[in-house]
């Protein structure tokens, strides 16, 4: 989408020099680009929202964790050679800490919010950290979008309150948006607690084997209870009654021996196919059809083990989608390369540099050597070392092993802040989500939650959003417009323009 010109102000960086573009990071390429560190502009916003909030987390302020192992039960050591995958029965602890995203630390659980699923694997050849949602897609693909995504979720920043128009306004700015709007405006989006709830890698990872042979992956959590949601009338109901309730649900069970278990599968897609699969299979805004690639199961996840004091082992617990192991590792998809970044960043600020050095963090199954030296809480090194501070050195300090490098990637680059234009494909699936997935009560839901939420802001922003659900499916834009009171003809009308076109027609 090309943005009009809607003001004569000028957008700059800190320093005072324009911006150029704020809707696409730099990459390699138009689609299934790497993203570049060059990109100062991406790398300062994200900087800057990584410490916003002190000493808060700026997004998954609110959650709760838990303990246990994960356990493979199918063998798929062909595609990958990480080694707490490499047989049938081998079982890795694991920590899995589970949160809401918008809201502060006293939010309620049952808040209309996607669910973050993080797991951290104590693997023999280090710590791995999954980080995902309870929701396979996002809002945003790029992660220069990603700051202005979370201000518009959190509060105004004049009124301190939620506000519709800012949450509406960018919604209805990036179509992108779309599909993972409506799987949060259905009962999806209020779990009725974290045990009966999925989880998702949301995005593309590498897997690849010694032979340097790579395929591209998707992680499902499926819970074993099955999953159970709330309407927004109970939603609403036990914020009142008890806004902790799914961190107390999680800590009873697990106490009582009910232990929470998810089947866990991947999606496998080759090299090859992803070249020819009918849209970027990077997109995090988009699923991977399962017809197309089928679920296959991996192992199960339980968690059988309460934290014994939770500020050390839960609030202090960092969580980092750059930690890989050998045997796994990142995609181009755009938002996580920002992540890549970003996640670890803002650990440093919100816990210090050492943070790796707080037990929950410690990779505990193999050992640490690393030349980074002193920051604050630093309680490793205590001058004993029997190397230096520095590499190369001849004092018998530890050598980079060339072995696990992980497979070579040919790119064609061609470097530039690639913007996407609005296609097709983002309101296909969220129209299919719609027509297959949802029956008739699960409709009537969404209309009246969405209609709930939208009535709140200014009826152009509606008009221009409800023109995105006509885009996607024509019941689905009809049926929510009726509800706002908008005009269906005009609603028509703007969903068969431009994103150009309908934003500068509802500008007012």
């Not at 700026?58 to 062909?78: I, R, W």
């Not at 949450?167 to 409506?182: G, K, R, V, Y």
């Not at 009582?256 to 991947?266: A, I, M, R």
């Amino acid at each position: 989408m090309g943005f009009l010109k809607m003001t004569e102000k000028k957008y700059t960086k800190n320093e005072g020099a324009p911006v150029v573009n704020d809707q696409a990071s730099i990459t390699t390429g138009k689609k299934e680009g790497y993203t570049l560190i060059q990109d100062s502009h991406l790398i300062d916003k994200l900087a800057h929202f990584d410490r916003e909030r002190i000493p808060e987390r700026v997004v998954h302020a609110k959650g709760a964790g838990a303990f246990g192992y994960f356990e493979v039960t199918n063998d798929l050591s062909k595609y990958t050679r990480a080694k707490f995958l490499s047989e049938i029965g081998k079982k890795t602890d694991v920590l899995v800490r589970f949160s809401t995203v918008g809201g502060e630390r006293g939010s309620a659980d049952s808040a209309r919010d996607p669910r973050g699923f993080a797991l951290k694997f104590y693997t023999e050849e280090g710590n791995y950290d999954l980080v995902g949602n309870d929701i396979p897609i996002f809002f945003i693909r790029d992660a220069i979008k990603f700051p202005d995504f979370i201000h518009t979720q959190k509060r105004h920043p004049t009124t301190n309150l939620k506000d519709a128009d800012m949450f509406w306004d960018f919604m209805s700015l990036n179509p992108e948006s779309i599909h993972q709007a409506t799987f949060l405006f259905t009962d999806r989006g209020t779990p009725q607690d974290f045990r009966h709830m999925d989880g998702f890698s949301s995005h593309t990872f590498m897997w690849y084997n010694e032979n340097e042979e790579y395929v591209w992956v998707k992680y499902h959590f499926k819970s074993v209870l099955g999953n159970a949601t709330f309407t927004d009338e109970e939603a609403t109901k036990m914020a009142g009654e008890n806004p902790d309730h799914a961190t107390e649900d999680l800590y009873d069970a697990i106490e009582d021996g009910n232990y929470p278990e998810w089947d866990v599968y991947v999606q496998i897609m080759t090299n090859e196919e992803a070249k020819e699969y009918k849209f970027d299979p990077f997109d995090v805004t988009k699923v991977w059809y399962h017809g197309d690639y089928p679920l296959i199961p991996l192992g199960k996840l339980v968690l059988n083990k309460n934290p014994v004091n939770y500020f050390n082992e839960i609030e202090q617990a960092a969580f980092a989608p750059s930690a890989f192991v050998p045997g796994v590792g990142p995609s181009p998809d755009k938002l996580l390369q920002g992540r890549l970044f970003s996640y670890r960043d803002t650990q440093r600020h919100r816990l210090g540099a050492n943070y790796h050095q707080i037990p929950v963090n410690k990779a505990k199954n193999t050992e640490v050597n690393t030349y980074q030296r002193d920051g604050p809480m630093n309680v490793e090194d205590s001058g004993e070392n029997p190397y230096p501070n520095y590499y190369p050195n001849t004092m018998d300090g530890p050598e980079p092993d060339a072995s696990f490098k992980p497979p070579t990637i040919e790119i064609q680059a061609i470097i530039d802040s690639h913007t996407r234009p609005t296609e097709d494909i983002d309101f296909v699936q969220t129209g299919e989500f719609y027509r297959r997935v949802l029956d008739d009560t699960n409709k009537d839901h969404l209309i009246s939650n969405l209609v709930g939420h939208m009535m709140n802001a200014k009826e152009n922003i509606q008009y221009r959003q409800c023109a995105l659900f006509y885009k996607a499916e024509p019941d689905y834009g009809t049926r929510v417009a009726e509800g706002l009171g908008l005009d269906i003809s005009k609603v028509k009308s703007l969903s068969e323009m431009s994103q150009d076109d309908r934003v500068k027609a509802t500008l007012n």
